[in-house]
């Protein structure tokens, strides 16, 4: 079986297409598992060492319609020509569109040759190059049930699977009791200045109030100066710009602040952690608000919007949340209560089914 999983840019995309990769090769060890990405994003970091092929596309970011990229439709052209040659070579039995631009072209070429197509959503809303392919699908495979309204008049079966996890973040789900005594604060696989901002400004006086430990994961471009106010604050901290064993730190945290991108959601699910989601505000269709309103809704997280973010408000906010130990626990419950560990089984087992099909069809 060959299958491509097309997309990335962020860990949002790029996370779930790793661990489907890795259950697609659990089922079937001859499976050929490859990587349609683009050189605009954590394509080459996230999958460096993973052991699968990265092919790139010259693709660029946003819409190759966009007026303000005019060399965007020239690379778009560019991509579905290397996409067409790639697919004529090595005809893929499955394409898996992961979401974002990169997804576009193969998604496409998949159609123009008739071979199976299948789009993984992240989020409550759609992204535009998922909903454009959705018409073309056989089927769709959902985190969020919101999401489903979105394609309402798409032919494809919709699934609300879940997002498929890696192993690591699937034993945090077989340890309810693995929490630690820090409150962990991460900004997503880029980092997020606002939020940084809004944590180190208060920082003094969560750890004063409350004792506990702080790990905050900043993003690389911003870990030297985060690194900084702390130590002019006078607050021990953890600080990274990235960090490529998550899990290590969930395993150490009994609080989450984060940004509302789905995978980060799905990954504190596991670990059964309760949340302070700050939703980023600029995110497309604001999905990072109404993904953090599910969670909400759900009585697993608390959503602060960043907009109206102050010391006077966010501190007390997290050591009031910190010191109900009830109130967290209950939280925790509902967090866990919302993972779908065997999200990723359920697709694997479509595409394999999928090409089967393409094979006798």
């Known amino acids: ?21 890795d259950e697609l090769c659990r089922i079937r060890p001859d499976s050929e598992v490859g990587f349609l990405g683009t050189n605009e994003g954590l394509d080459r970091e996230l999958l460096w060492g993973c052991g699968y092929r990265l092919e790139i596309l010259a693709a660029g970011r946003g819409s190759p319609l966009s007026w303000r990229k005019p060399a965007n439709s020239i690379r778009f052209v560019i991509a ?7 697919f004529r070579r090595e005809r893929p039995d499955v394409v898996a569109a992961l979401g974002g631009f990169a997804a576009g072209a193969p998604g496409i070429m998949a159609r123009i ?17 998922n909903r454009l392919l959705s018409r073309w699908a056989a089927e769709i495979f959902s985190q969020f049930e919101e999401a489903r309204t979105w394609f309402a008049d798409s032919p494809a079966v919709f699934h609300h699977s879940g997002s498929p996890l890696r192993e690591p973040f699937l034993k945090l789900l077989a340890d309810p009791n693995c929490h630690g005594d820090a409150i962990l604060v991460m900004g ?40 900084n106010r702390y130590r002019r604050a006078g607050v021990e901290a953890e600080v990274y710009g990235f960090h490529s064993n998550m899990e290590e730190l969930y395993r150490r945290s009994r609080l989450v602040v984060s940004r509302a991108g789905a995978i980060s959601l799905a990954e504190l699910a596991a670990a059964g952690l309760p949340a302070i989601l700050v939703p980023l505000p ?30 006077d408000t966010f501190a007390p906010l997290v050591v009031s949340l910190w010191k109900d130990e009830a109130r967290r626990l209950a939280m925790a419950e509902e967090m866990r209560r919302t993972a779908r560990p065997n999200s990723g089984r359920e697709i694997a087992l479509a595409i394999l089914r999928l090409a089967g099909e393409a094979h006798h069809g």
């Open 1 to 21: 079986m060959r299958i491509w999983l097309a997309g990335g840019g962020t860990g949002g995309h790029l996370c779930p297409g790793m661990a489907l990769a």
């Open 80 to 86: 579905l020509w290397q996409v067409w040659r790639l």
């Open 113 to 129: 040759m008739r071979i199976p197509l299948i789009i993984l959503e992240q989020n409550t809303v759609p992204g535009r190059t």
């Open 188 to 227: 997503g696989s880029q980092g997020a200045k606002r939020l940084n901002d809004i944590v180190a400004e208060a920082a003094r006086r969560i750890v004063g109030e409350t004792g506990c430990r702080l790990i905050h994961v900043a993003g690389p471009s911003h870990e030297m100066e985060i690194r």
């Open 282 to 311: 600029s995110a497309m269709d604001d999905h990072q608000r109404l993904n953090a309103l599910s969670l909400v809704h759900s009585g697993a997280a608390l959503a602060y919007e960043e907009t109206t973010a102050s010391t």
